[in-house]
């Protein structure tokens, strides 16, 4: 059984101040005002699985939302977490429940905020990862086939030359790379056998089991007792306990980076991680003068711009190249350039006792 599991529990921080705390990034309708973007990633993979069968990782505080976005996932199908402890932790909870339907699950771990444009290539390419990750105790992961030297994505190294697994488009990974500096981006791309890491993976249920047990021995335990406890009178309180003592640990660090049985399919399906507020120009129309306007605005000699308004009328004179959004409480004036570090404006915010604007 094919089994999707959506990780819905961030916050979405670039895009502050449109997301928050309440209405993160995966409940907006950045690109589609028909859908939000969870909505999107839910409607793309019903052709790959069933709503049934398809699993939602969260936290309480958008336990509502997730019901009211997505209706037509069962109740049961939503796994919520007691406090963030990053992916490891997310994913490591998750396939408890889904152990449970079917042990042989094939997990297929996708981010809930992320845009695909070709969708019936998307699909072929996680078929292919599926029959990778059957073969044995396979761990494949999705890379991205790069446009331009990026130095806001990790890069997966393949080997392009052996092929341990006799199945086309999929490689063997040399090694993982976190976000590079822009000379070492683009010795990766001249290189030719570099991958954009899209985080997204595939792997039998019993198999990422058995990684964490391996590679990650403190959250196998904690999971073994929260395994024991689900089902009981007990079980909140026990996953409360347990979280408590993990570490904070992506699964890109506790066990991709670690392991030797991974896999790679690269793709080419118009994918791209909406991560910060100038990743929208790569897919909304501009006008004549380079600027993204949705909202009231009127300017003089501004270009290259992204200007998001709420109702109250944007004027702006001789202005290039910046980020303006409005919302009801907030005003955010950003470089285009540097749009990767919102978040850090987000962090000060918190610092600076802004609770109630984040």
Known sequence: ????????????????????????????????????????????????????????????????????????????????????????????????????????????????????????????????????????????????????????????????????????????????????????????????NYLWNSGMFVWRVDTIRKMFKKYMPNLHKGLERMKEAIGTEQEEEVLVEEFKKLDSISIDYGIMEQADNIYVVPGDFGWDDVGTWSSLERFKEVDLDGNLVEGNHIGLETKNSIIHGNGKLITTVGLDNVIIVETDDAIMVCDKDKAQDVKELRNKLKSEGYEDCL
């Open 1 to 192: 059984m094919i089994t999707p599991l959506i990780m819905a529990g961030g916050v979405g921080s670039r895009f502050w101040p449109l997301s928050r705390k309440d209405t993160p990034k995966q409940f907006l309708k950045l690109v589609d005002q028909d859908q939000s973007m969870i909505q999107a990633t839910v409607d793309r993979i019903s052709d790959l699985s069933s709503y049934e069968n398809i699993f939602i990782a969260t936290n309480q505080n958008y336990l509502a939302d997730i019901k009211e976005h997505l209706p037509e996932i069962p109740e049961n199908n939503i796994t919520v977490e007691p406090m963030g402890k990053n992916t490891a932790a997310c994913i490591g909870l998750a396939s408890l429940y889904i152990e449970q339907q079917d042990p042989q699950a094939v997990m297929v771990v996708l981010p809930s905020d992320h845009l695909i444009e070709d969708e019936s290539s998307y699909l072929e390419i996680l078929n292919t990862a599926v029959e990778v990750a059957k073969k044995g105790d396979n761990l494949v992961t999705i890379g991205i086939e790069p446009t331009q030297p990026e130095t806001g994505y990790g890069y997966i190294a393949y080997d392009q030359d052996e092929r341990e697994i006799e199945i086309d488009n999929a490689f063997a990974v040399k090694e993982f790379t976190e976000k590079p500096d822009l000379k070492t981006a683009e010795n990766f791309i001249e290189q030719g």
